[in-house]
């Protein structure tokens, strides 16, 4: 269950970046990778929103200390 943790963070963390482009230099990464609306891109966008979900749900464990 750790490895999923952790992919959540990465994903959330690509995710945070990808929309720090977007806002400061209006340069979607993702968008350039995968192409604009593509199935690959539509994907990544949704793991990264699934994974936020994911880590939001899962702030229950932290204060248990157990959750990476």
């Known amino acids: 269950m750790k ?7 990465v994903l959330v963390i690509v995710g945070g970046l990808n ?3 977007v806002g ?3 340069f979607d990464l ?3 990778i995968f192409g604009t ?3 690959l891109s539509r ?3 949704s793991l990264v929103g699934l ?3 994911y880590m939001l749900f899962g702030l229950t464990k932290v204060k ?3 959750w990476l």
């Open 3 to 9: 490895i999923l943790n952790w992919l959540a963070l």
């Open 19 to 21: 929309w720090g482009l």
């Open 24 to 26: 400061f230099l209006n």
């Open 30 to 32: 993702v968008a350039m």
């Open 37 to 39: 609306m593509t199935f």
């Open 43 to 45: 994907a990544v966008y």
């Open 51 to 53: 994974s936020a979900l």
């Open 64 to 66: 248990e200390g157990n």
